[in-house]
């Protein structure tokens, strides 16, 4: 189920800022629409982008992928922030994130890297295979949402970024358990998750590890939003839109 979000016409305040539908962030979880604070879209397979696009008509001018991340580059622990330079979203396909967004939210955000990260269908579970992709395509961190992001704003010629903070560093295996599909809203499948774990008890050491690195991706994505604002560090208030924005191929 995606969580459709109304948004007006975007009208600007009496200081020039824009309203705060204006701006849409596109999360994959439940907990990343609660702490983006603001006109949120929680993916959903196709109808994640039929739904940015009815956004996009009633007046969102920009568009960022928020949230946590699966580390590529062995060299990110959880807790980083990373600001995307560009999305890659599959073979010759890469999209350049709109500078001035992406400078604005390096300035809010000490400490944040700047890299090119990956939009991807599915996780990827093994070292060897986040390591060759990182290889590969060059992308530092891989999440399920900025590839629909940045085509979609390619198609409507609007900035976009993407905000996210690693999770799962590239050396850990994702448990069994960790793999099982997002249920509705964006709120993991619990009773699925126990009976995975109730079945092969040997992931439950893996499985703790990755909810303490939940807590620490959590909190630094907290963080991020507390410096971000409202708008998420949206610098286009009047809606022009930089030629950068021109859909590239790699």
């Known amino acids: 189920m995606t969580l459709h979000v109304i948004v007006n016409e975007a009208k600007e305040d009496q200081t020039g800022a824009p ?3 204006a701006v849409i962030a596109v ?7 609660r702490i983006a604070g603001m006109a949120a879209i929680i ?11 009815e956004a996009i008509r009633k007046g969102a001018r920009g568009i960022i992928s928020f949230g946590v991340c699966g580390g590529l580059d062995p060299k990110l622990r959880p807790g980083k922030v990373v600001i995307a330079s560009s999305v890659f979203a599959g ?17 809010m955000i000490p400490g944040a890297g700047y890299s090119p990260i990956a939009g991807v269908a599915t996780p990827m579970t093994s070292f060897e295979e986040r390591r060759d992709f990182h290889a590969t395509t ?10 629909i992001v940045a085509r979609i704003a390619a198609e409507f010629r609007i900035p ?3 905000c996210r903070v690693v999770l799962n560093p590239a050396h850990r295996i994702l448990p069994r358990a960790a793999l099982i599909k997002i249920g509705p809203a964006g709120k993991p499948r619990l009773r699925k998750i126990g009976g995975s774990v109730v ?10 590890r990755l909810a303490v690195d939940a807590v620490i991706a959590v909190r630094a994505l907290r963080r991020a939003k ?5 708008h998420l560090g949206f610098p286009h208030p009047h809606g022009r839109l930089p030629h950068r924005l021109l859909h590239f191929k790699q």
């Open 19 to 21: 309203n705060a539908k």
């Open 27 to 33: 999360v994959g979880l439940a907990i990343e629409a």
């Open 43 to 53: 993916a959903d397979g196709d109808r994640t982008a039929s739904s940015l696009r």
């Open 91 to 107: 073979k010759d396909e890469a999209y350049p994130s709109d500078l001035p967004w992406a400078q604005e939210l390096l300035r």
């Open 138 to 147: 060059g992308a530092v961190a891989a999440d399920m949402e900025s590839q």
């Open 160 to 162: 976009f970024a993407a």
């Open 199 to 208: 079945s092969d008890p040997r992931q439950l050491p893996r499985l703790s």
């Open 226 to 230: 507390q410096r971000l604002g409202t």
